[in-house]
């Protein structure tokens, strides 16, 4: 692994960062590891942090919240690829190094078909096998150095430096067939060059023919003094002047991995019988190590993509154990086409969860239709929902499909569904039962495949108790059910929602949002969200839209926010906290006068009784008004 980070945006646009000493600190402090010279980036913003094998990423309480994906977080794993935004800045976290599965292109073959002769030897796989009794010694050393080593490509590179050690090549290479390739299919997926001075080399240049020979007859082939052999004077050949070659193969339980590739342009230097027995014996040790690195490799990467499974994609913001439960939740039953039920108070994400089980499905691809069973009429829903002939009512000039059937393959989400007419309950019922229907004023019978998701804020089980509600139906939606918890049950997550609000909103209002100021925040997390995550957007993107600052200030909030008086961090500030006493004295006063009757306290003050209410539980003053 290599971790760093890519300036993708900001000031540092362009320029990469190793990260190598833990914990990682960034932030605008000359002091700190990664320093951004930026206003709307606090003195310690974020840590970054290394656990076991997993690298961490912390937001250090800073004013403007740290962003993976654009979602704000206060604590999460980084993952390969993850996108991290600091004030302005935006940066790329990378683990790997760029794939190399292609070929690559500086590494050239000689095309030409030129027979195999002049001072050539080749040997047979199967014949090579008892030479490995010889030079026991070198053959130990690569032996357990290359069985210690994981990596595929660190593989390749020890084992041609190994090899340099034995054989006077000046250059090797190593190819590699692709994974589970056919016998008729054999290519080479991937190619490690080395010379013996410079290093990696991608310019070598190796003969087609003698590699594709070596890989599809599992002979190894020595060519010496190659300046004598007129058969051999390729273009290729002829302008690197190989004065000898040596090719093996790489043989793994009678299947070809690929091959090894060693040659050296020296006159003086002649390879012979002792060095093609010798590697072709390294080979046969090699190809185990070789096959077990892939295999590491690919374990690797199936655990990477199980736990990418996990990681669901939605759209819910959140850490806190209520919004993982529901994560957890949306991951168990996306996959399958049963029917869910989501119940809870107004606001708390119903839709957004329907979407991300529709995300997260096999249906994913298909369409989502939302349908609010509240917002029409019975005979406009059901023309909606079922689609009409032409003629079947007043206003039916052409044959109409409705959401059911436009649905065809995907999930229809039916919103407030305890609104439902009975009618209708009936027509539904049919759908989840038998998947089919007929259109508003029709005969022909329309068979569905569609997923069904409800949500309700009602209590369904007291609907059906009251008969407003089918409870054969009932018990078709309920099949798998979640509650989706209020905001006021999970209060660590109003900060991250509200900073996700100011961003979005400060983008969508052309305005230049850092950040919600501590007093503004305590506030926001103080009050009981009644209206849940809807009423906390409506009032951030209205403080952003009023605000006059840069950061949010608790005088952008709501009134009513305001007036709550269960503050949980810092207190507000002396103008508000003046203003909130002496409504408290101009309420208790209006009461006293009233005798404690609310209409007549209501009267007195020039407000309505329903606002009085609120005003009393807002500002704490139900045990006052009791004394």
Request: proline fraction near 4%; hydrophobic fraction near 40%.
């Given at each position: 692994?290599?971790?760093?980070?890519?300036?993708?945006?900001?000031?540092?646009?362009?320029?990469?960062?190793?990260?190598?000493?833990?914990?990682?600190?960034?932030?605008?402090?000359?002091?700190?590891?990664?320093?951004?010279?930026?206003?709307?980036?606090?003195?310690?913003?974020?840590?970054?942090?290394?656990?076991?094998?997993?690298?961490?990423?912390?937001?250090?309480?800073?004013?403007?919240?740290?962003?993976?994906?654009?979602?704000?977080?206060?604590?999460?794993?980084?993952?390969?690829?993850?996108?991290?935004?600091?004030?302005?800045?935006?940066?790329?976290?990378?683990?790997?190094?760029?794939?190399?599965?292609?070929?690559?292109?500086?590494?050239?073959?000689?095309?030409?078909?030129?027979?195999?002769?002049?001072?050539?030897?080749?040997?047979?796989?199967?014949?090579?096998?008892?030479?490995?009794?010889?030079?026991?010694?070198?053959?130990?050393?690569?032996?357990?150095?290359?069985?210690?080593?994981?990596?595929?490509?660190?593989?390749?590179?020890?084992?041609?430096?190994?090899?340099?050690?034995?054989?006077?090549?000046?250059?090797?290479?190593?190819?590699?067939?692709?994974?589970?390739?056919?016998?008729?299919?054999?290519?080479?997926?991937?190619?490690?060059?080395?010379?013996?001075?410079?290093?990696?080399?991608?310019?070598?240049?190796?003969?087609?023919?003698?590699?594709k020979a070596v890989l599809q007859k599992r002979e190894s082939i020595l060519m010496a003094n190659q300046q004598g052999a007129p058969s051999l004077e390729s273009e290729s050949l002829v302008r690197d002047r190989p004065h000898s070659i040596l090719c093996v193969p790489l043989i793994m339980l009678d299947r070809p991995l690929g091959v090894i590739y060693l040659d050296t342009r020296e006159p003086d230097v002649e390879f012979d019988k002792d060095h093609l027995q010798l590697v072709t014996a390294i080979a046969a040790i090699s190809a185990v190590a070789i096959e077990n690195a892939r295999h590491i490799e690919?374990?690797?990467?199936?655990?990477?993509?199980?736990?990418?499974?996990?990681?669901?994609?939605?759209?819910?913001?959140?850490?806190?154990?209520?919004?993982?439960?529901?994560?957890?939740?949306?991951?168990?039953?996306?996959?399958?086409?049963?029917?869910?039920?989501?119940?809870?108070?107004?606001?708390?994400?119903?839709?957004?969860?329907?979407?991300?089980?529709?995300?997260?499905?096999?249906?994913?691809?298909?369409?989502?239709?939302?349908?609010?069973?509240?917002?029409?009429?019975?005979?406009?829903?059901?023309?909606?929902?079922?689609?009409?002939?032409?003629?079947?009512?007043?206003?039916?000039?052409?044959?109409?499909?409705?959401?059911?059937?436009?649905?065809?393959?995907?999930?229809?989400?039916?919103?407030?569904?305890?609104?439902?007419?009975?009618?209708?309950?009936?027509?539904?019922?049919?759908?989840?039962?038998?998947?089919?229907?007929?259109?508003?004023?029709?005969?022909?019978?329309?068979?569905?495949?569609?997923?069904?998701?409800?949500?309700?804020?009602?209590?369904?089980?007291?609907?059906?108790?009251?008969?407003?509600?089918?409870?054969?139906?009932?018990?078709?939606?309920?099949?798998?059910?979640?509650?989706?918890?209020?905001?006021?049950?999970?209060?660590?997550?109003?900060?991250?929602?509200?900073?996700?609000?100011?961003?979005?909103?400060?983008?969508?209002?052309?305005?230049?949002?850092?950040?919600?100021?501590?007093?503004?925040?305590?506030?926001?997390?103080?009050?009981?969200?009644?209206?849940?995550?809807?009423?906390?957007?409506?009032?951030?993107?209205?403080?952003?839209?009023?605000?006059?600052?840069?950061?949010?200030?608790?005088?952008?909030?709501?009134?009513?926010?305001?007036?709550?008086?269960?503050?949980?961090?810092?207190?507000?500030?002396?103008?508000?906290?003046?203003?909130?006493?002496?409504?408290?004295?101009?309420?208790?006063?209006?009461?006293?006068?009233?005798?404690?009757?609310?209409?007549?306290?209501?009267?007195?003050?020039?407000?309505?009784?329903?606002?009085?209410?609120?005003?009393?539980?807002?500002?704490?003053?139900?045990?006052?008004?009791?004394?």
């Amino acid at each position: 692994m290599n971790p760093r980070l890519t300036a993708i945006a900001g000031r540092l646009k362009g320029a990469v960062f190793s990260i190598e000493d833990f914990p990682v600190i960034i932030g605008r402090e000359t002091a700190a590891t990664l320093c951004l010279a930026d206003a709307s980036v606090s003195r310690r913003h974020t840590q970054i942090e290394k656990e076991n094998d997993q690298f961490v990423i912390l937001d250090l309480q800073s004013l403007n919240g740290t962003f993976i994906n654009d979602v704000p977080i206060k604590r999460r794993t980084l993952q390969h690829g993850d996108r991290v935004r600091i004030g302005d800045s935006q940066f790329l976290f990378l683990l790997h190094e760029s794939d190399t599965a292609a070929l690559p292109t500086t590494i050239q073959f000689d095309e030409e078909a030129h027979a195999v002769s002049g001072s050539t030897l080749q040997i047979k796989f199967n014949d090579a096998l008892y030479l490995m009794a010889r030079d026991l010694s070198a053959l130990m050393k690569i032996s357990t150095t290359i069985n210690a080593i994981r990596g595929v490509e660190e593989l390749r590179k020890t084992l041609i430096e190994l090899l340099f050690e034995v054989v006077p090549a000046e250059r090797g290479v190593i190819l590699l067939t692709a994974e589970h390739a056919k016998d008729d299919e054999l290519e080479f997926a991937s190619v490690f060059a080395l010379h013996r001075q410079r290093g990696p080399d991608q310019s070598i240049k190796i003969s087609r023919t003698i590699t594709k020979a070596v890989l599809q007859k599992r002979e190894s082939i020595l060519m010496a003094n190659q300046q004598g052999a007129p058969s051999l004077e390729s273009e290729s050949l002829v302008r690197d002047r190989p004065h000898s070659i040596l090719c093996v193969p790489l043989i793994m339980l009678d299947r070809p991995l690929g091959v090894i590739y060693l040659d050296t342009r020296e006159p003086d230097v002649e390879f012979d019988k002792d060095h093609l027995q010798l590697v072709t014996a390294i080979a046969a040790i090699s190809a185990v190590a070789i096959e077990n690195a892939r295999h590491i490799e690919w374990l690797v990467s199936e655990n990477q993509r199980l736990i990418a499974d996990f990681d669901i994609e939605h759209n819910l913001v959140g850490e806190s154990e209520a919004v993982r439960d529901v994560l957890q939740f949306i991951s168990k039953v996306a996959p399958t086409d049963s029917t869910v039920l989501l119940f809870g108070e107004s606001g708390t994400g119903k839709e957004l969860a329907a979407r991300a089980i529709h995300q997260n499905s096999k249906r994913a691809s298909k369409p989502f239709m939302a349908v609010n069973c509240a917002a029409l009429a019975e005979s406009l829903l059901e023309s909606e929902l079922f689609g009409h002939e032409k003629g079947s009512f007043t206003g039916a000039l052409v044959q109409k499909k409705g959401r059911l059937e436009v649905a065809e393959g995907g999930t229809v989400f039916l919103d407030e569904i305890g609104e439902l007419s009975s009618a209708l309950q009936v027509k539904l019922l049919r759908v989840l039962q038998e998947r089919e229907f007929e259109r508003v004023g029709g005969t022909k019978t329309i068979k569905l495949d569609i997923r069904v998701i409800t949500a309700t804020n009602r209590n369904l089980e007291e609907a059906v108790s009251q008969g407003t509600f089918r409870q054969d139906l009932y018990y078709r939606l309920n099949v798998v059910s979640l509650e989706m918890p209020p905001l006021r049950k999970r209060p660590e997550d109003i900060p991250l929602l509200a900073n996700y609000f100011a961003a979005k909103y400060g983008k969508k209002c052309n305005r230049r949002v850092l950040g919600i100021s501590p007093q503004a925040q305590a506030r926001l997390v103080g009050y009981d969200w009644p209206g849940n995550v809807r009423e906390l957007e409506n009032a951030i993107e209205r403080a952003v839209v009023l605000g006059t600052t840069e950061r949010i200030l608790p005088e952008d909030l709501p009134e009513s926010i305001l007036e709550s008086a269960s503050i949980v961090s810092e207190p507000a500030t002396k103008y508000h906290e003046a203003v909130m006493q002496t409504k408290k004295q101009i309420i208790l006063s209006a009461m006293a006068q009233a005798n404690g009757s609310f209409t007549e306290a209501a009267k007195i003050l020039g407000v309505h009784p329903n606002y009085l209410h609120r005003l009393t539980r807002n500002l704490d003053l139900k045990e006052q008004l009791k004394k």
